[in-house]
């Protein structure tokens, strides 16, 4: 009998992430720890989204050092440039040049109705720049690009996906199959963490008050103070529940970091008041990005080894990238 040699291919994954301040808890539990988690199994493909940050006023040397900053730690919570391909968006210039493509084929209409525009416009009246109204044909770029199967994000860029799917699709019908559709991939726990300060809104490292959010490089005794102030409520057990939307967000938190369920966490604390809860919750959390900080501080250290890194990334990036703009371009009629 014949034996088959023929391997299968992995399936793709993208994503990326702003350079737009230290990561939070909720970019780490949203996306980044499921990255990691992904590396195996999949073809991925991870990048830092620098053009989208100057979507609202970025300070040059801190926008810089935000950059390196990020991509140090991407390394640092396990991504592997050997395994995947790890890049700074800017450095490969295929984004820039497929969004304007994709901006022709995406609507006025469509862009207005994104929650993330109408969010930001509000806290940055002064500054509603064509680039925050048309970011979503951006990030649609970046991924169609890659051709990918998965694009894991937390709950938030849910609508910004949707958007990527039905340019690609509306291409797609217009041309042929030039853009493979993606599909998002949202975890279950950990998709959306809130403020501690105030949990109906999204926890983000842009939020004024740093106590509203747990950056991923704050250390064990910032980390558990601020659990110990997060904002809960004035009943006492600790249960998912309505109008509980603080625990539930802490219950959310330790769910994702420790595997436990609702109910599991539930029979833990039975009998035990909110502040033992918290306190665990911020030593669970304190305990998970210790070794991160560490091997942070690491590479960040070593600028030279960092730009090994990076300059390799874009390369393998753009020989990805170039292919599909090609494709993209001869179908609109362009002269290549
Ligand atoms: P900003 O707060 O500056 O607007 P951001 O953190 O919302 O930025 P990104 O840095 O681009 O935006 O987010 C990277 C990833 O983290 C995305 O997949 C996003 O969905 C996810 N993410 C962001 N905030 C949260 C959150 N609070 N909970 C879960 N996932 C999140
Ligand atoms: N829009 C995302 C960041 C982002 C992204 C992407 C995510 C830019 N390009 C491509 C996934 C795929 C955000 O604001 N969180």
Same mark, same amino acid.
């Given at each position: 009998?014949?034996?088959?040699?023929?391997?299968?291919?992995?399936?793709?994954?993208?994503?990326?992430?702003?350079?737009?301040?230290?990561?939070?808890?909720?970019?780490?539990l949203?996306?980044?720890?499921?990255?990691?988690?992904?590396?195996?199994? &999949?073809?991925?493909? &991870?990048a830092?989204?620098?053009?989208?940050?100057?979507? @609202?006023?970025?300070?040059?040397?801190?926008l #810089?050092?935000?950059?390196?900053?990020?991509?140090?730690l991407?390394?640092?919570?396990?991504?592997?440039?050997?395994?995947?391909?790890?890049?700074?968006q800017?450095?490969v210039?295929?984004?820039?040049?497929?969004?304007? %493509?994709?901006?022709?084929?995406?609507?006025?209409?469509?862009?207005s109705?994104?929650?993330?525009?109408?969010?930001k416009?509000?806290s940055?009246?002064?500054?509603?720049?064509?680039?925050? +109204?048309? =970011?979503p044909?951006?990030?649609?770029a970046?991924?169609?690009?890659?051709?990918?199967? +998965? @694009?894991? @994000?937390?709950?938030d860029?849910?609508?910004?996906l949707?958007?990527?799917?039905?340019?690609?699709? #509306? +291409?797609?019908?217009?041309?042929?199959?030039? &853009?493979?559709?993606?599909?998002?991939y949202?975890?279950?726990?950990?998709?959306?963490?809130?403020?501690?300060?105030?949990?109906?809104?999204?926890?983000s490292?842009?939020?004024?008050?740093?106590?509203? =959010?747990?950056?991923?490089l704050d250390? #064990?005794?910032?980390?558990?103070?601020? &659990?110990? #102030?997060?904002?809960?409520?004035?009943?006492?057990?600790?249960?998912?529940?309505?109008?509980?939307?603080?625990?539930?967000?802490l %219950?959310?938190?330790y769910?994702?970091?420790?595997g436990?369920?609702?109910?599991?966490?539930?029979?833990?604390?039975?009998?035990?008041?909110y502040?033992?809860?918290?306190?665990?919750?911020?030593?669970?959390v304190?305990?998970?990005?210790?070794?991160i900080?560490?091997?942070?501080?690491?590479?960040?250290?070593?600028?030279?080894?960092?730009?090994? =890194?990076?300059r390799?990334?874009?390369?393998?990036?753009?020989r990805?990238?170039?292919?599909t703009l090609?494709k993209a371009?001869?179908?609109?009629? +362009?002269?290549?």
């Open positions: 009998m014949c034996e088959t040699t023929a391997t299968v291919e992995k399936k793709k994954v993208l994503s990326c992430i702003q350079p737009s301040g230290v990561p939070t808890l909720g970019n780490y949203g996306a980044l720890k499921n990255w990691v988690g992904m590396q195996d199994e &999949f073809d991925c493909t &991870f830092v989204a620098d053009l989208h940050a100057i979507t @609202v006023r970025q300070e040059p040397a801190k #810089r050092q935000q950059i390196y900053s990020i991509y140090a991407m390394l640092a919570l396990g991504l592997d440039p050997n395994r995947s391909t790890l890049f700074i800017s450095q210039p295929e984004h820039a040049q497929l969004s304007w %493509i994709l901006s022709c084929y995406t609507q006025f209409g469509e862009l109705r994104m929650t993330q525009f109408k969010d416009s509000a940055h009246a002064d500054n509603i720049n064509v680039g925050l +109204f048309a =970011y044909a951006l990030m649609a970046d991924i169609l690009l890659y051709q990918p199967d +998965f @694009v894991p @994000v937390g709950a860029q849910k609508q910004h949707e958007i990527a799917r039905d340019i690609a699709l #509306r +291409f797609n019908r217009l041309y042929g199959d030039v &853009f493979t559709v993606p599909e998002p949202i975890p279950r726990a950990g998709a959306r963490v809130m403020s501690l300060q105030n949990p109906t809104k999204k926890m490292k842009s939020d004024p008050n740093p106590n509203g =959010y747990v950056s991923i250390d #064990r005794d910032t980390v558990i103070r601020k &659990f110990k #102030r997060a904002v809960t409520d004035s009943q006492t057990q600790v249960c998912v529940g309505e109008g509980k939307d603080g625990v539930n967000n %219950i959310g938190i769910s994702a970091i420790t436990k369920s609702e109910e599991e966490i539930a029979r833990e604390f039975e009998g035990k008041g502040g033992d809860f918290k306190l665990a919750v911020g030593e669970t304190a305990d998970a990005l210790a070794p900080r560490t091997r942070y501080n690491e590479l960040i250290a070593d600028k030279k080894q960092l730009e090994v =890194y990076y390799e990334g874009a390369l393998r990036a753009e990805v990238a170039r292919k090609c371009m001869k179908k609109v009629g +362009f002269v290549l």
